[in-house]
Protein backbone atom coordinates (compact mmCIF):
# COMPACT_ATOMS: atom_id res chain seq x y z
CA UNK A 1 0.00 0.00 0.00
CA UNK A 2 1.54 3.33 -0.74
CA UNK A 3 2.24 5.50 1.75
CA UNK A 4 1.45 9.31 1.61
CA UNK A 5 2.65 11.22 -1.22
CA UNK A 6 4.01 14.85 -1.84
CA UNK A 7 5.27 16.57 -4.72
CA UNK A 8 7.04 18.19 -5.36
CA UNK A 9 10.36 16.76 -3.32
CA UNK A 10 11.70 19.78 -4.10
CA UNK A 11 11.29 23.51 -5.39
CA UNK A 12 13.36 26.83 -5.85
CA UNK A 13 11.28 29.53 -6.75
CA UNK A 14 12.10 33.17 -6.21
CA UNK A 15 10.40 35.94 -3.97
CA UNK A 16 6.96 36.94 -4.81
CA UNK A 17 5.90 33.88 -6.66
CA UNK A 18 3.19 31.42 -5.61
CA UNK A 19 4.57 27.82 -4.53
CA UNK A 20 2.25 25.25 -4.55
CA UNK A 21 2.67 21.77 -2.25
CA UNK A 22 0.60 19.12 -3.04
CA UNK A 23 -0.07 16.08 -0.74
CA UNK A 24 -2.55 12.76 -0.86
CA UNK A 25 -3.00 10.97 2.14
CA UNK A 26 -3.07 6.99 2.97
CA UNK A 27 -6.42 5.75 1.72
CA UNK A 28 -8.53 5.40 4.60
CA UNK A 29 -7.43 8.13 7.00
CA UNK A 30 -9.88 11.02 8.09
CA UNK A 31 -7.17 13.26 9.58
CA UNK A 32 -4.57 15.33 7.68
CA UNK A 33 -1.58 17.42 8.99
CA UNK A 34 0.53 20.08 7.58
CA UNK A 35 3.69 20.05 9.43
CA UNK A 36 6.69 22.72 8.54
CA UNK A 37 10.39 22.31 9.76
CA UNK A 38 13.40 24.63 10.08
CA UNK A 39 16.46 24.13 11.89
CA UNK A 40 15.54 26.98 14.09
CA UNK A 41 11.77 25.84 15.21
CA UNK A 42 12.00 21.80 14.49
CA UNK A 43 8.87 20.53 13.49
CA UNK A 44 5.68 23.34 13.72
CA UNK A 45 2.11 22.18 13.23
CA UNK A 46 0.53 24.18 10.47
CA UNK A 47 -2.71 23.05 9.76
CA UNK A 48 -5.28 19.79 10.51
CA UNK A 49 -7.90 18.42 8.82
CA UNK A 50 -10.42 16.41 9.94
CA UNK A 51 -12.72 14.39 7.12
CA UNK A 52 -11.68 17.11 5.09
CA UNK A 53 -12.88 20.17 7.36
CA UNK A 54 -10.03 22.37 8.52
CA UNK A 55 -10.37 22.12 12.46
CA UNK A 56 -7.13 23.94 14.09
CA UNK A 57 -4.96 26.35 11.63
CA UNK A 58 -3.64 28.53 14.82
CA UNK A 59 -0.12 27.27 13.54
CA UNK A 60 -0.50 29.16 9.69
CA UNK A 61 2.11 31.72 10.02
CA UNK A 62 0.10 34.68 8.05
CA UNK A 63 -2.26 35.20 5.49
CA UNK A 64 0.35 34.56 2.91
CA UNK A 65 -0.50 30.87 3.60
CA UNK A 66 -3.65 28.99 2.74
CA UNK A 67 -4.47 25.10 2.67
CA UNK A 68 -7.02 23.26 1.24
CA UNK A 69 -8.68 19.65 1.11
CA UNK A 70 -11.59 19.44 -1.38
CA UNK A 71 -12.13 15.26 -1.20
CA UNK A 72 -10.35 12.76 0.86
CA UNK A 73 -7.33 12.34 -1.55
CA UNK A 74 -5.59 15.34 -2.05
CA UNK A 75 -4.48 18.35 0.06
CA UNK A 76 -3.05 21.39 -0.90
CA UNK A 77 -0.43 24.02 1.05
CA UNK A 78 -0.10 27.19 -1.09
CA UNK A 79 1.88 30.36 -0.16
CA UNK A 80 1.62 33.44 -1.94
CA UNK A 81 3.01 35.37 -2.31
CA UNK A 82 6.65 33.37 -1.27
CA UNK A 83 9.23 34.68 1.03
CA UNK A 84 12.45 33.89 1.47
CA UNK A 85 11.96 33.22 5.66
CA UNK A 86 9.38 30.47 3.96
CA UNK A 87 12.40 28.03 3.38
CA UNK A 88 12.00 24.90 4.80
CA UNK A 89 10.89 21.23 4.77
CA UNK A 90 6.97 21.24 4.20
CA UNK A 91 5.83 17.39 5.59
CA UNK A 92 2.36 16.13 5.16
CA UNK A 93 1.40 13.22 7.19
CA UNK A 94 -2.12 11.55 7.66
CA UNK A 95 -3.94 9.10 10.17
CA UNK A 96 -6.93 7.45 11.80
CA UNK A 97 -8.94 9.60 14.21
CA UNK A 98 -6.43 8.51 17.54
CA UNK A 99 -4.05 6.80 15.33
CA UNK A 100 -0.14 7.18 14.84
CA UNK A 101 0.91 9.88 12.00
CA UNK A 102 2.47 8.14 8.88
CA UNK A 103 4.71 10.78 7.14
CA UNK A 104 5.46 11.75 3.44
CA UNK A 105 8.98 12.41 2.38
CA UNK A 106 8.57 15.98 2.48
CA UNK A 107 9.01 18.89 0.03
CA UNK A 108 12.15 20.79 0.79
CA UNK A 109 11.41 24.39 -0.48
CA UNK A 110 13.48 26.86 -1.03
CA UNK A 111 12.52 30.61 -1.73
CA UNK A 112 15.41 32.84 -3.29
CA UNK B 1 -1.65 23.59 26.31
CA UNK B 2 0.38 20.05 25.13
CA UNK B 3 3.95 20.23 24.95
CA UNK B 4 7.18 17.63 24.35
CA UNK B 5 10.76 18.75 25.67
CA UNK B 6 13.75 16.76 24.60
CA UNK B 7 16.77 18.26 27.18
CA UNK B 8 19.31 16.52 24.85
CA UNK B 9 19.80 18.49 21.47
CA UNK B 10 22.49 16.18 20.85
CA UNK B 11 24.00 13.00 21.90
CA UNK B 12 27.23 10.71 20.70
CA UNK B 13 26.98 6.99 21.92
CA UNK B 14 29.81 4.30 20.93
CA UNK B 15 28.30 1.79 18.54
CA UNK B 16 27.55 -1.20 21.08
CA UNK B 17 26.69 0.75 24.25
CA UNK B 18 23.45 1.29 25.55
CA UNK B 19 20.88 4.56 24.88
CA UNK B 20 18.40 6.59 26.60
CA UNK B 21 16.90 9.50 24.77
CA UNK B 22 14.93 11.55 27.56
CA UNK B 23 11.41 13.25 26.68
CA UNK B 24 8.74 15.16 29.33
CA UNK B 25 5.47 16.21 28.20
CA UNK B 26 2.76 17.80 29.63
CA UNK B 27 -0.86 17.33 28.72
CA UNK B 28 -4.49 17.37 30.86
CA UNK B 29 -5.26 13.77 30.20
CA UNK B 30 -4.26 10.71 29.69
CA UNK B 31 -1.26 11.34 26.35
CA UNK B 32 -0.74 9.60 23.71
CA UNK B 33 2.49 9.56 23.26
CA UNK B 34 5.11 8.46 20.33
CA UNK B 35 8.51 8.38 19.44
CA UNK B 36 9.62 9.00 15.76
CA UNK B 37 13.01 8.73 13.84
CA UNK B 38 14.07 10.75 10.87
CA UNK B 39 16.96 10.01 8.76
CA UNK B 40 18.61 12.63 6.28
CA UNK B 41 16.46 14.09 3.78
CA UNK B 42 13.81 11.16 4.85
CA UNK B 43 10.35 11.67 6.21
CA UNK B 44 9.45 10.94 10.27
CA UNK B 45 9.16 7.17 10.67
CA UNK B 46 7.31 5.99 13.68
CA UNK B 47 9.47 3.50 16.47
CA UNK B 48 6.60 3.09 18.62
CA UNK B 49 3.14 4.66 20.52
CA UNK B 50 1.70 4.42 23.61
CA UNK B 51 -1.85 4.81 23.73
CA UNK B 52 -2.84 2.64 27.06
CA UNK B 53 -1.73 -0.58 28.84
CA UNK B 54 1.51 -1.76 29.77
CA UNK B 55 3.72 1.26 30.15
CA UNK B 56 6.68 -0.31 28.96
CA UNK B 57 6.04 -0.85 24.99
CA UNK B 58 7.72 -2.38 22.46
CA UNK B 59 9.03 -1.15 19.10
CA UNK B 60 10.78 -1.57 15.87
CA UNK B 61 14.54 -2.16 15.32
CA UNK B 62 15.34 -3.24 19.31
CA UNK B 63 14.03 0.40 20.27
CA UNK B 64 11.33 0.12 24.07
CA UNK B 65 9.98 3.22 25.87
CA UNK B 66 8.72 3.50 29.35
CA UNK B 67 6.07 5.60 30.04
CA UNK B 68 5.95 7.23 33.85
CA UNK B 69 2.85 9.43 34.66
CA UNK B 70 4.69 10.43 37.90
CA UNK B 71 7.68 11.78 35.99
CA UNK B 72 5.42 12.94 33.05
CA UNK B 73 8.11 11.04 30.78
CA UNK B 74 8.20 8.90 27.89
CA UNK B 75 11.98 7.78 27.29
CA UNK B 76 13.79 6.12 24.76
CA UNK B 77 16.09 3.24 25.10
CA UNK B 78 18.10 0.45 23.30
CA UNK B 79 20.28 -2.06 24.66
CA UNK B 80 22.93 -1.59 21.79
CA UNK B 81 23.20 0.99 19.52
CA UNK B 82 24.22 0.18 16.16
CA UNK B 83 25.77 3.02 13.55
CA UNK B 84 22.44 2.64 11.34
CA UNK B 85 20.38 4.03 14.68
CA UNK B 86 22.54 7.49 13.74
CA UNK B 87 19.44 9.88 12.90
CA UNK B 88 17.03 12.69 15.00
CA UNK B 89 14.57 11.30 17.29
CA UNK B 90 11.54 13.35 18.16
CA UNK B 91 9.09 12.63 20.96
CA UNK B 92 5.51 13.33 20.37
CA UNK B 93 2.55 13.70 22.36
CA UNK B 94 -1.38 13.94 21.22
CA UNK B 95 -4.59 13.49 22.37
CA UNK B 96 -8.41 12.81 21.57
CA UNK B 97 -10.14 16.13 22.53
CA UNK B 98 -13.53 16.49 21.75
CA UNK B 99 -13.44 14.13 19.01
CA UNK B 100 -10.26 15.40 17.26
CA UNK B 101 -6.35 15.46 17.86
CA UNK B 102 -3.25 17.19 17.75
CA UNK B 103 0.19 15.57 18.18
CA UNK B 104 3.04 18.21 19.08
CA UNK B 105 6.48 17.45 18.49
CA UNK B 106 9.42 17.49 20.49
CA UNK B 107 12.82 19.69 18.98
CA UNK B 108 14.16 16.25 18.61
CA UNK B 109 17.76 14.40 19.67
CA UNK B 110 20.10 14.12 16.99
CA UNK B 111 21.79 10.20 17.80
CA UNK B 112 25.94 10.23 16.33
CA UNK B 113 27.01 7.07 16.63
CA UNK B 114 31.16 6.60 17.04
CA UNK B 115 32.86 3.17 16.15
Known amino acids: DAGVIQSPRHEVTEMGQEVTLRCKPISGHNSLFWYRQTMMRGLELLIY????????DSGMPEDRFSAKMPNASFSTLKIQPSEPRDSAVYFC??????????FGEGSRLTVL | AQSVTQPDIHITVSEGASLELRCNYS??????LFWYVQSPGQGLQLLLK??????LVQGIKGFEAEFKRSQSSFNLRKPSVHWSDAAEYFCAVGGRSGGYQKVTFGTGTKLQVIP
Open chain 2, 27 to 32: YGATPY
Open chain 1, 93 to 102: ASSTLGGELF
Open chain 1, 49 to 56: FNNNVPID
Open chain 2, 50 to 55: YFSGDT
